[in-house]
């Protein structure tokens, strides 16, 4: 079936760098897409979309990145900072009955 | 502005049991969205409502059922629950399109036992 999968399960990284998360997705439908961060005990928290008729999508510290060739996502932290620390997903519109297709998740810790 | 609220934030139940979930979107927010979390994966989609039509429906038991009410809350109703039942279920509202922004709630913590 359809689905959005993460290369990595933990990622750490050093305070300050920057920090790159990958997500691969194998719908080629796949319009629309989204990043969450989920902390421990919260809800997901919408970091950054970007729709399929994009590239590259920048916010506060964040980059969105879509490769539509090979079907990749990524997301990109600048300056990471103790806070950043969490559970990042990719999801994905595409999918029937317009529901989100997630990914398992990346677990980004950041070394002081 | 509130943010989605969900309750009961933690909620301790049997197996054989029944148990309702509450959530209420964001004020101007037409559409919601119910997930299940189990610990250490995504969220998997269980239904969508918008306008108090079920939009959409996940690869979910008929044990699982909702509904919308004219002021777009919604509940979540889960029948004769299971041990696998126990996860996080999470509210998500949206603006109206699926192609939306999706907030989430909280959650709350179901465990069965």
């Known amino acids: 079936g359809e689905s959005v999968g993460l290369h990595l399960p933990t990622l750490s990284v050093q305070e300050g760098d920057n920090s790159i998360i990958n997500c691969a997705y194998s719908n080629s439908a796949s319009d629309y897409f989204i990043w969450y961060k989920q902390e421990s005990g919260k809800g997901p928290q919408f970091i950054i979309d970007i729709r399929s008729n994009m590239d590259k999508r920048q916010g506060q510290r964040v980059t969105v990145l879509l490769n539509k060739t090979v079907k990749h996502l990524s997301l990109q932290i600048a300056a990471t900072q103790p806070g950043d620390s969490a559970v990042y997903f990719c999801?994905?519109?595409?999918?029937?009955?317009?529901?989100?297709?997630w990914g398992a998740g990346t677990k980004l810790i950041i070394k002081p | 502005d509130a943010g989605v609220t969900q309750s009961p934030t933690h909620l301790i139940k049997t197996r054989g049991q029944q148990v309702t979930l509450r959530c209420s979107p964001i004020?101007?927010?037409?559409?919601v969205s119910w997930y299940q979390q189990v610990l250490g994966q995504g969220p998997q989609f269980i239904f969508q409502?918008?306008?108090?039509?079920?939009?959409g429906r996940g690869n979910f038991p008929d044990r699982f059922s909702a509904r919308q009410f004219p002021n777009y809350s919604s509940e979540l109703n889960v029948n004769a629950l299971l041990l696998g039942d126990s996860a996080l279920y999470l509210c998500a509202s949206t603006l109206d399109s699926y192609k939306n922004i999706q907030y989430f709630g909280a959650g709350t913590r179901l465990s069965v036992l």
């Open positions: 409502y918008y306008e108090k039509e079920e939009r």
């Open positions: 999801a994905e519109t595409g999918g029937p009955n317009y529901q989100l297709i």
């Open positions: 004020s101007g927010h037409k559409s």
